[in-house]
């Protein structure tokens, strides 16, 4: 088969399983196969495709029309210009998330910073950070150990100095530590709304760090009280958030002597993620 048959056999497979995104994912899977980028893939649609390679796009077609993400098939994510490590043991990095190493960086640029990323999973709020921030360092903590070899193969794959530490140890045994900054992007989703997650999500991404109990803030309620005790003085914690928590997360804030520093915005001008200063 040629380049463009296989391009458009793949998009109608993956149409008839209602995948929107189907010729787009159907050329990203066929470069992936050939090892190149889906640009010059795009001005070669007349050339052969061997029949080994062939089998190996059936096989990532198959994967896909299961509705498994495209970044778990690839085994990686791009994520602040680098390609992240994944699996289904981390969660997908997303766009909004660089919002908040682009905030922090700004803000923090040229500063030495003792940092504590919360829930590192694959790493790549830390490992991004530090790789800005070149006099920090910087520590991440998970309690699934899966993801945390994740984290370390990324640090070991992308970080040529300034490396992190990685623990797998929960929120409560992180003490004797004071931090500059402590950042997380935590489960946030309401328990009784999982069951209304896209199927690419619901069905394959770690169910731990997504699911945030009843009210959805069961967690972020354990990051802002611990957080008082680890963090200096006018140390500032950075939270991603979920759709609509704002205003109780605020509150919670306030009351545990927390003062908002700035809040971003994402992409549907919601507001996604709180940085607030510790008074």
């Not at 922090?104 to 910073?113: D, E, H, P, R």
Request: with cysteine.
């Amino acid at each position: 088969m040629i380049v463009s048959e296989l391009i458009n056999l793949g998009s109608k497979i993956l149409k008839e399983k209602k995948i929107n995104s189907h010729l787009l994912d159907s050329e990203l899977i066929l470069a992936n196969v050939l090892k190149e980028k889906r640009e010059s893939l795009l001005i070669s649609l007349e050339r052969k495709v061997s029949n080994i390679n062939v089998l190996y796009f059936n096989q990532l077609l198959k994967k896909r029309t299961k509705k498994e993400p495209m970044a778990y098939i690839f085994k990686n994510k791009e994520f602040w210009s680098k390609n992240f490590l994944v699996n289904k043991d981390t969660l997908i990095p997303r766009p909004e998330t660089e919002l908040l190493v682009e905030k922090i960086v700004k803000y923090f640029k040229n500063k030495n910073m003792f940092i504590l990323d919360i829930g590192t999973g694959s790493g790549c709020i830390l490992l991004s950070l530090l790789h800005e921030l070149k006099k920090s360092r910087g520590v991440g903590i998970d309690i699934s150990k899966n993801a945390l070899k994740m984290a370390i193969k990324n640090s070991e794959g992308l970080m040529k100095r300034n490396k992190p530490k990685f623990f797998n140890r929960p929120l409560e045994q992180i003490f004797g530590y004071k931090f500059d900054l402590i950042v997380s992007n935590p489960p946030y989703i309401c328990t009784h709304q999982m069951k209304n997650l896209s199927d690419d999500i619901r069905k394959y991404e770690p169910r731990i760090a997504l699911d945030g109990g009843n009210d959805g803030l069961d967690v972020i309620r354990k990051i802002i009280y611990k957080s008082k005790n680890i963090l200096k003085r006018k140390g500032m914690l950075a939270l991603e958030i979920g759709y609509g928590q704002f205003k109780k997360i605020s509150h919670i804030l306030k009351l545990q002597g927390f003062k908002e520093k700035f809040l971003i915005k994402d992409y549907q001008n919601n507001i996604r993620c709180i940085l607030s200063t510790l008074e």
